[in-house]
C-alpha cells in the first residue's frame, strides 16, 4: 500500500480505491454482458420456442436456432382461453395437423417448476412435454429435463393417477415414471399436470374446434 | 524458481490439496459431482476463477489497503465468477442450466479466499497465478474422481454415455448428497491412509 500521511489520507485512499476498483469491475462485467446479451436472448428465445414445437411433436433436434426460430415463427399462433384463463399455443405442424400447447407453472422440492404440454388437434393424446425453468436439486429432481423423462409422456392422455418407479409401468396410460430419488419432484410434475388438464385442457375441449 | 513451481504443484495436488488436506470447497464437492458433465465445467469455472482473482489480486496486492483487503478480494472474486456465469449462458446454455445456483456458488467457495489470503495477497504475480491454477487442479482431480464413480455406480453411465448394461442394478444413493459424503470420505482415507502413509508422508 502506498505511503499516508494520516487518519484522513488513509480512510481518503481506501474510499477512493474502492469507488475505482468497483467503477472497474463493473465497466468491464457491463461490457461482456452487453457484448453477449443478443447471443443469451437467443438462447433464452430458443430455449421456449423449441420447447413448445418439442411440446407439440415436431422433430427439433437438428435444426439450428435460426432455422427453429424461423419454423416457430411461421407456424405457432399464440391463443388465450376463455375467461382470461391463460395462454395456449397453436401449432401447425409440418404434416399438416394441429397440435396445441399450454405452458404450466407450479411449485416443485426447490422452486418453481415451468413448462409446456402438448396435446393434438382434437385434445386426445399428449404430442410431448418438456421442462423450461426448474430449480430441482441437480442430478435427482433435476434429472426431469432428461429425454428418458420427457419422453413418456407422449401418447398418454392425463389425468395421472400414479407413479411408478419401474420402466415395466412407465408405458401405463394414466401413470408416469418417477425419477429415483426424488420422488417428490415427481409428485410435484404429476400434480402440476394434473392441474393443467383439469383447468386449462378441459375448458379448451368446451371450445368448438374451428374457434380453437 | 522451477523448484519453487513444482513445490505450488506438489502443495497444491498433494501435500496441502485443498479438498482432502485442507477440507475446503465441500459443498460443491458433494453438490455437483454426480455428473461427470457437470464437474467438469463447474471445476474448469473455479479453476479460471481461483487462477485470475490470484492474479488479479496478487497485482493490486501493495495498492489494496490492507483494512478492506478482504472487501477488495471478494469483489474481484465475484466479478470473475459473473463472467463466468455470462460465458456460460452465452456459449454453454445446456450446461448453465443445469448447473444453475452452483456456478454463482463459486464465489462463496472457501479454495479461492483461501489462496487470495494465504498466497496472493502476499506474493508476486506469476506464482500467485501457478499457486491458483495447481489449487484449482487439485480440487479438480479430487471431484472428477468422485464423480466418475459416483455417475457410473449412481446411473450406470460416464457422461451421460451408458456404460453399464441393463444388468447394473443402479446405486441411488450414489447419485444423492449421501453418496457424496461416503466417497469423499473414501478417498480422504485411500490418500491419506494409504498414499500418504506408503510415501512417508502422512
Known amino acids: 500500500m502506498p505511503e499516508k500521511k494520516g487518519a484522513w489520507g488513509k480512510s481518503l485512499y481506501t474510499i477512493v480505491f474502492m469507488t475505482f476498483l468497483t467503477a472497474l469491475f463493473i465497466t468491464v462485467l457491463s461490457l461482456l454482458f452487453l457484448k453477449t446479451r443478443p447471443r443469451i436472448r437467443v438462447n ?7 420447447a413448445v414445437l418439442h411440446a407439440a411433436g415436431e422433430e427439433t433436434g437438428r435444426s439450428g436456432p435460426e432455422a427453429l426460430i424461423a419454423h416457430y415463427d411461421s407456424s405457432v399462433e399464440e391463443k388465450k382461453l376463455p375467461e382470461g384463463k391463460g395462454l395456449y399455443y397453436k401449432v401447425l405442424r409440418r404434416d399438416g395437423s394441429v397440435s396445441y400447447v399450454f ?47 420427457k419422453s413418456q409422456f407422449k401418447g398418454k392422455v392425463g389425468p395421472f393417477t400414479a407413479l411408478v418407479t419401474s420402466e415395466e409401468g412407465r408405458d401405463s396410460v394414466n401413470s ?15 400434480s402440476i399436470l394434473n392441474d393443467l388438464i383439469r383447468s386449462s385442457i378441459e375448458m379448451l375441449r368446451t371450445v368448438p374446434e374451428e374457434e380453437r | 524458481m522451477k ?42 469455472g473455479l479453476l479460471f476463477v481461483v487462477a485470475l482473482s ?11 489497503p490492507s483494512r478492506v483487503r478482504m472487501m477488495a478480494e471478494v469483489l474481484i472474486i465475484a466479478s470473475f465468477v459473473i463472467i463466468v456465469d455470462i460465458v456460460l449462458k452465452a456459449y454453454l446454455w445446456d450446461i448453465s442450466k443445469q448447473l444453475g445456483p452452483y456456478v454463482g456458488l463459486i464465489i462463496t467457495n472457501c479454495i479461492i479466499m483461501g489462496r487470495a489470503e494465504a498466497f496472493a495477497i502476499s506474493n508476486p504475480p506469476w506464482p500467485s497465478f501457478l499457486d491458483g491454477i495447481a489449487s484449482g487442479l487439485g ?12 455417475e457410473l455406480l449412481g446411473n450406470g ?34 490418500m491419506k491412509g494409504v498414499v500418504f502413509r506408503e510415501r512417508g508422508e502422512a
Open chain 1, 176 to 190: 408416469f415414471q418417477a425419477v429415483t430419488g426424488a420422488t417428490s419432484t415427481s409428485a410435484a410434475v404429476q
Open chain 2, 139 to 150: 480440487y479438480a482431480y479430487v471431484l472428477v474422481s468422485i464423480a466418475i464413480v459416483r
Open chain 1, 103 to 149: 405452458p404450466f407453472q407450479g411449485p416443485g422440492l426447490w422452486g418453481e417448476i415451468e413448462g409446456v404440454l402438448g396435446y393434438n388437434g382434437d385434445l386426445t393424446e399428449i404430442t410431448g412435454f418438456d421442462i423450461l425453468k426448474q430449480n430441482e436439486t441437480p442430478g435427482l429432481g433435476g434429472r426431469i429435463t432428461e429425454a428418458w423423462f
Open chain 2, 54 to 64: 490470484n492474479l488479479t489480486i496478487s497485482l493490486l496486492r501493495k495498492a489494496i
Open chain 2, 157 to 190: 453411465t460416464l457422461w451421460e454415455i451408458q456404460i453399464l448394461g441393463d444388468w447394473w442394478v443402479k446405486w441411488t444413493m450414489m447419485v444423492m448428497a449421501s453418496g457424496a459424503f461416503f466417497m469423499l470420505a473414501l478417498f480422504i482415507w485411500i
Open chain 1, 44 to 50: 433464452e428465445s430458443y430455449d421456449f420456442k423449441s
Open chain 2, 3 to 44: 523448484g519453487n513451481t513444482k513445490k505450488l504443484f506438489r502443495d497444491g495436488l498433494f501435500k496441502n490439496n485443498p479438498v482432502f488436506i485442507q477440507i475446503l470447497g465441500i459443498c460443491s464437492t458433494l453438490a455437483v459431482t454426480n455428473r461427470v458433465k457437470n464437474t467438469v465445467v463447474m471445476v474448469a
